[in-house]
């Protein structure tokens, strides 16, 4: 990548961040586009001089994104949104697609999925991710498409909020107890796109990301807690009573579940058997003892200091 230019929108973001930095490794020059560029200027401590730009840009303004994109070599997607999901994740994908596609010198295009993305999913995030999918594939048929599992890190907002909650409650309530999941690392999923970005066989091809072990989300629970040293007891809910309060709930402001989280919880999340993944981008999945512990140790009793039981 040393010296390319390469547009990353959504570059501030939880998965933008590593990719960022795996790009400034690289060598190339990286602009990072967002609503707000100031919210991405932590990295430019990680860039040589002149390596990082930014610039402010929607996706749903296809002008900004035309500007984004000029004199870029590559575009990577990875803008996501858990509201006004349609209009990000399909309207958004594809007006970053189609301005790849129209500008001469954008030779390849990254972009962002997620396991689970399908146009007739019943849930609102699923098929905005496979409509985005198909959008995207129509205006750059050669670009990558990478669909992660769930994704975990220090920043992430899935094991972190499970951990407080662990810390919080004396019995947790468990939705959906049997799904199953097959959480990935950030990095992985960073090394995931610099690797299709490197291989001239990715363009056109969709890869599914999952990390080396699928748990179920009654089990994910158990290590998060075993992780942070709490020892809990669990409710599994209903599938009845967790549809209940869902539906009834779900609508209000910091809800535990909404209604199309729990029509997405319906489906495991764990990649599709014969998919193309990680191993075949040549990537080992890093297990999640190897990572979270390291960052898990602020939900202990005494911090960093407390004992793991």
């Known amino acids: 990548m040393n010296d390319k230019l390469i547009t990353v929108f959504g570059g501030d973001g939880f998965v933008g961040r590593y990719v ?25 401590a990680q860039a040589n001089l002149g390596q990082i730009a930014y610039v402010a840009a929607d996706v749903m303004q296809p002008e900004t994104i035309a500007r984004a994109l000029n004199g870029a070599d590559i575009a990577i997607n990875l803008v996501g949104s858990f509201a006004n999901m349609d209009m990000i994740q399909n309207r958004g994908a594809q007006n970053v697609a189609a301005a790849a596609a129209a500008k001469a010198g954008v030779g390849q295009l990254v972009h962002m999925s997620a ?6 999913s019943p849930s609102a995030y699923g098929k905005s991710k496979g409509d985005g999918e ?3 594939r129509a205006a750059f ?7 992660p599992s769930i994704i975990f890190g220090r920043e992430d907002q899935f094991i972190n909020r499970f951990a407080g909650l662990i810390r919080l409650l004396p019995i947790v309530p468990v939705f959906s107890a049997e799904t199953r999941f097959q959480p990935v690392f950030v990095g992985d999923v960073a090394h995931a796109v610099m690797a299709a970005l490197a291989n001239p066989e990715a363009a056109g091809k969709t890869f599914e990301l999952g ?26 809910v209903s599938s009845i009573i967790g549809a209940g309060m869902a ?13 199309d989280q729990w029509l997405m919880l319906q489906s495991d999340n764990v990649v599709s058997e014969g998919a193309s993944g990680l191993s075949a981008l040549g990537i080992v999945p890093t297990p999640l003892e ?3 512990p390291g960052w898990l140790v602020q939900y202990r009793k005494h911090g960093r200091f407390g004992a793991a039981t």
């Open 247 to 259: 539906k009834l709930t779900g609508w209000l402001p910091g809800a535990p579940m909404t209604w």
């Open 115 to 120: 396991i689970g993305a399908d146009s007739a």
């Open 290 to 292: 190897a990572i979270a």
């Open 141 to 147: 048929p050669a670009a990558t498409i990478i669909r």
């Open 134 to 136: 198909a959008a995207v």
């Open 211 to 236: 990390g080396p072990q699928t748990f179920s989300m009654l089990e994910l629970n158990k290590w998060i807690a075993q992780a942070c040293g709490r020892e809990k007891y669990y409710f599994p």
């Open 20 to 44: 960022v930095q795996a790009l400034l490794k690289s060598g190339a020059r990286v602009r990072i586009v967002s609503r707000n560029p100031k919210r991405g200027w932590f990295l430019k």
